[in-house]
């Protein structure tokens, strides 16, 4: 049924034997793993309203699914080699896929607020599991001269699912509700699980690198010229990304005052904008590394002030928020080209170490943007917003300079 392939440590991907064969219809189990996974993460953004009625808590309570998910995948990504040992990567794969098909049947069934977080809390740890691991994985299962395109292709049902997640989830809830939405994606993960018991290889963890297994080896990078800075850089771009995005469906009900089928377009048309983005960034990062990286939070700062001061149109809302879509979605894929810059000898602790940072900034953006929506109204969490991708800005020019200093 399965096929062992060589065991290499998931650590050091530079090191070991890999597979001579592609296996593909792998790559494409994680692929569309990746996309259940990035809908679940994403899904309440779209349900706001209709969970904080259902479950009596406020909007700005729902939105903290968001942030408790990010905790635990923080905590998860630093901790799941070490807690896993050697066990078998195929096995560990299909026990967080079940345990994310698990999450979306709590969070479907949650009677109260307290259940729906302990099903965030799951999707949390999936989340963590999945992507310190995800790249590794499919670097184990295909030739060296096809890694790209399998990453490409792994990432393919994240970006699918940034663009159908939210106006699907919004839609969903109009016909079936928001547990219905919730429930839409189980048989995804069931899907998802089959597939990966049928296609992925054996893939077994014997002899690690020394030190390979202590979650703490990943904080010495932070001694290296310019680390801390890029990460801090990093960390409040998504912040002030997640502070906004986390409460855009209240907004645009309340402000901007659509009904759910404009809802849904303009979502759809922020993913489909985001797709886009994401196809043409690798050109400008070519060309313009650094400038590329600064300038896309100073382009979402200007949007969020603008959002402000325009919010009750609905035309121009439409097109600024399109331009967030293109520009944040795009983001991520600067910043994981930055960690292979930055660690080109150390890629797997470097981007272990950035999904810590990531997720613990989507925890406090949207906690943080939750708790201003609810107390001063969105117009101080849209300028928070705007702040913390400016101060991101600034670093990230600073993190060039030390850069460029290094190297010369």
Known sequence: MTTPIPSISLNNTNNGSKSETASWS??????????????SEFMPVS??????N???????????GIAISGAFAVVTSLFISALAGSLN????????????????VIIGLAPNYFTYMLGRALIGVVIGGFWSMSAATAIRLVPPFQV???????????????VVAAPLGAYLGTIIGWRGAFFCLVPVALITLVWQWFALPSMRVEAR???????????ALFKRPGVAVGMAASSLFFMGQFALFTYVRPFLETITKVQVPTLSLILLVMGIAGFIGTLFIGKALQRRFYQTLIAIPILMAVISLALIAFGSMTAIVFVLLGLWGMTG???????WAWV??????????????????????IALGSTMGGLLFDTNGYQSTFVASAALLMFSAVLTAISSRIEATRTT
């Open 209 to 219: 690198a020394s030190g390979a297994g202590n979650v703490f080896k990943v904080f």
């Open 340 to 361: 292979a810059k930055t660690f080109p000898n150390d890629a797997e602790a470097g981007g272990g170490l950035l999904v810590a940072v990531i997720q613990m900034a």
């Open 54 to 64: 259902d479950l009596h808590v406020t909007e700005g309570m729902a939105g903290q």
């Open 329 to 335: 979605t795009a983001a991520p894929v600067g910043w």
């Open 47 to 52: 349900l706001l309203t209709p969970m904080a």
């Open 26 to 39: 792998s790559i494409f189990a994680m692929s569309i793993g990746a996309f259940a996974l990035v809908a």
């Open 148 to 162: 790209p395109r399998a990453l490409a292709i792994l990432n393919g049902g994240n970006a699918l699912a940034m």
């Open 89 to 104: 990567r195929k096995t560990l794969l299909m026990l967080l896929t079940a345990a994310m098909g698990l999450s979306g």
